[in-house]
């Protein structure tokens, strides 16, 4: 989180979101008024003087070591070198690994035996024994013992009933 502390110097005057604080005085934030974090301190001064100006600030009490603002697998942002970051990356079905990569789900080409039926890795059949669907579960198909009125069964296994047809008989 990113917090900002903002002071702005007018003609003859400090002008701070606290109070109006003169020329020669000193404005101070206490360090137990803020939390650990990153601060941004912007600074608005207008200057009369253009020669020989009287302006001096004075920082003190800040940390100045040097910040990486690399992206990092774990830091919870996907970038281009990684597949995913869920900013956990404990692994699991269906979940981002440790190197930022998927450790398994459906359409890997490798059966979770807990989680898959099938997974030929193009698990692209809705209907048939042709391979798998989408889900990584066998697809209906005819034989299955369900009737899928959707896919024009109108029996499945049953008497009187050949290519998932009724044949009258």
Same mark, same amino acid.
Not at 69 to 79: E, F, L, P
Not at 99 to 105: A, E, K, P, V
């Given at each position: &989180?990113?917090r900002?502390?903002l002071?702005?110097?007018g003609?003859?005057t400090?002008i701070?979101?606290a109070a109006?604080?003169g020329i020669?005085t000193? &404005?101070?934030? @206490?360090? #137990?008024?803020m939390?650990r /974090?990153? +601060?941004?301190?912007a600074?608005f #001064?207008?200057? *009369? #003087?253009s020669?020989?100006?009287?302006f001096?600030l ?6 100045? $070591?040097l ?13 281009q070198?990684? $597949?995913?970051d869920d900013?956990?990356?404990?692994g699991g +079905?269906g979940?981002?690994?440790r190197?930022? *990569?998927?450790?398994?789900?459906c /359409? ?7 989680? $898959?039926?099938?997974?030929?890795s ?5 209907y048939s024994?042709?391979?798998c669907s989408p889900s990584?579960r066998w697809?209906? *198909?005819c ?5 899928d009125?959707?896919?024009g069964e109108?029996c499945? /296994?049953?008497a /009187?009933?050949?290519g998932c *047809?009724?044949?009258? @008989?």
């Open positions: &989180m990113r900002a502390i002071v702005a110097l003609i003859g400090i701070s979101s109006a604080i020669g000193t &404005m101070s934030v @206490e360090p #137990h008024a939390s /974090g990153l +601060y941004e301190v600074l #001064h207008a200057e *009369r #003087h020669i020989r100006s009287v001096n004075t920082l003190t009490g800040f940390s100045f $070591e910040s990486s603002c690399a992206r990092s697998c774990g830091d919870g942002v996907v970038d070198r990684e $597949e995913c900013g956990v990356n404990d +079905y979940r981002c690994g190197d930022c *990569r998927w450790d398994q789900w /359409g890997d080409g490798v059966v979770q035996p807990a989680f $898959e039926q099938c997974d030929d193009v698990n692209g059949v809705r024994d042709a391979g990584c697809p209906p *198909r034989g299955d013992g369900l009737i009125a959707k896919f109108q499945d /296994g049953d /009187g009933c050949s *047809r009724i044949t009258g @008989e």
